[in-house]
């Protein structure tokens, strides 16, 4: 008997936390939770649907990667109505790129929430990116387009598609900024510090001081990009003046 | 006075014609009609916005075609749930086939609405394909994502996606259905006639008799798409019996 209401309490506590991080990392509140647990469940586990069918996310990824091809098409459409469409092409292809979605992927820590029969430790690279495809697929399944372009935008565009960036034009915010304090004999200092609060996922903060004045304050995955970020808004912020 | 009064009337009317003509094609009638006009600009037309940006069918093209990938990706995956993703990617490929959106684009005589500087006769027979993915990306543009997979549902998918036929399995259903009349000695009949009604599109209707019964009716824009749809239509039908 306490042996079943083990088994019951620590399903439904599993249960339940796999509800609260995906809550954490979709951004809402996912509504049929099987298409998220089979965007988690690697193929190893041989699971097979009452047809036969396998249930892994591999399905998932095909799925995901056409919706973020629609969504960041729709937004490179709009953003840059001077591209040709060979030039709209490339940028999505940098966008969407494997290298890019294995970051987004693992910024998420996908991994920590996939279900295996192997080590984790032997799986490649990409498999943070093919997570976050199907982690999309997922979405658009549970919740529709409109769902999965507003995932596609926190996640994706809003903090890491800059156009100018993009076209390798500023390599780097930080370096625009850092440069034009010492031209103009600014102190400047970045400060760091983690900022997880209610989050399943770290997080870091940045203050951006420029003699001794916040001038831009930003949030992310890791020191860096947090960096980036709030120079990026202290750029757009002081852009009069730099230029 | 007249002279002002006749090409404001040729205008409207000119206008009010393509939105009939439009509201024909879509299947519903479109909201700003800019963006379908953009889909039938040709480039040769040299037109730019008050930016300089170019106005023609080009940068739609780009994000039309995302649109049907990722509809008829979301259609093949719940429609074929035993395939895989290489699976899936094949058969998408085929549908989206520059050859298959030629016939689309051809089928709804999209090149007489065009507008150009050069002959139409000097055009390739891709501009019948990329006029069909420029609209898709007006309809994006105009009415969302939901108007998109509807148009795609009803112009591509319902009449065209046939996964046994995508796989090979069946050639053509007519033949299907001929030689089932032979081997059981009925006597069959196709009889076709011009279905245009109300159309703006030159439409075909079919009557499939087995034995002086009609067993199925069917409405395409070729004969041979008619015939083939009531065949198929009188496959399923009869498909117990033919087994």
Redesign the interface.
Known sequence: MSVIRNILNSRSSKGGNFFNVLTQILGFRPKNISHYKRAFTHRSLNKK?A????INF??L???G???L??VV??HL?KAV?????GY??KMRSKVVSRKHLNELGKDLRLIDHIETNIPKEQFGVNVHGNLFEALV?AI?LDKG??YC?RFIYERVIDPYVDIEQLEGKVISYKSLLIEWCQKEKKEFDYEVYEDTGRDELKHFGVKLRINDRVVAKARATSKKKAEEKASKRAYYALQNKME
């Not at 109505?81 to 469409?85: H, R, S, V």
């Open positions: 649907d047809d036969g069918n396998a591999e399905r990824e095909f799925l990667d056409a919706m091809s629609a098409a729709s459409f109505p001077g591209g040709n469409e709209l092409t697929g658009y387009y409109k372009k």
